[in-house]
T-cell receptor, first 109, second 116 residues
Framework: GQNIDQPTEMTATEGAIVQINCTYQ??????LFWYQQHAGEAPTFLSY??LDGLEEKGRFSSFLSRSKGYSYLLLKELQMKDSASYLC??????????WGAGTKLIIKP | IAGITQAPTSQILAAGRRMTLRCTQD?????MYWYRQDLGLGLRLIHY???????GKGEVPDGYSVSRANTDDFPLTLASAVPSQTSVYFC???????????????FGEGSRLTVL
């Protein structure tokens, strides 16, 4: 079957760095997305990886290892507004997105 | 710049009633999607449309129908609502369909539906 494994919840301190890990199993692979979802709001796109390596975008970076079925999202210089759920979303060989419940990140002052 | 507009934002509905959730996008995206999100669960795909005039079933299509008469509009209809359809419904669009480019999804703000 297809599945995603992420921590249910993480806590970090304002100004710090946090890494959210994701392992996945899919039927084939056609890229992996990270989305941010604030409580009561819609998901918004953060990053996309299709090749191995690190993609950097401002305070956020995303890493992919296809051979290990592994990705992480790195958030630097954490701000209170980063409190949200972070969704690791791989895409399978049929271009179907696989959604999990995500990781709820709590930022403390 | 509107992006994707959903209506209504919130609705309480009696079981057995018919309900249509509206979704309109102004980005000329070819692909559109309807998801539901329940507490503690990931998004689940209800129906999708890769291009105007075509639709397909997602993971949880039972009790729902869609139409795609044109590029911009993708309404979701509950023919006879049941309490298990209480959920938050998100409409989304992308410019890829099944093409192998990024294909990030753009979401509407969601429609919170309660069926009593």
């Amino acid at each position: 079957g297809q599945n995603i494994d992420q921590p249910t919840e993480m806590t970090a301190t304002e100004g710090a760095i946090v890494q959210i890990n994701c392992t996945y199993q899919t039927s084939g692979f056609n890229g992996l997305f990270w989305y941010q979802q604030h409580a009561g709001e819609a998901p918004t796109f953060l990053s996309y990886n299709v090749l191995d390596g690190l993609e950097e975008k401002g305070r956020f970076s995303s890493f992919l290892s296809r051979s290990k079925g592994y990705s992480y999202l790195l958030l630097k210089e954490l701000q209170m507004k980063d409190s949200a759920s972070y969704l690791c979303v791989p895409r399978d060989s049929n271009y179907q997105l696989i959604w999990g419940a995500g990781t709820k990140l709590i930022i403390k002052p | 710049i509107a992006g994707i507009t959903q209506a209504p934002t919130s609705q309480i509905l009696a079981a057995g009633r018919r309900m249509t959730l509206r979704c309109t996008q102004d980005m000329r995206h070819n692909a559109m999607y309807w998801y539901r999100q329940d507490l503690g669960l990931g998004l689940r795909l209800i129906h999708y449309s890769n291009t105007a005039g075509t639709t397909g079933k997602g993971e949880v299509p039972d009790g729902y129908s869609v139409s795609r008469a044109n590029t911009d509009d993708f309404p979701l209809t509950l023919a006879s609502a049941v309490p298990s359809q209480t959920s938050v419904y998100f409409c989304a669009s992308s410019d890829s369909g099944t093409r192998p480019n990024t294909g990030e999804l753009f979401f509407g703000e969601g429609s919170r539906l309660t069926v009593l």
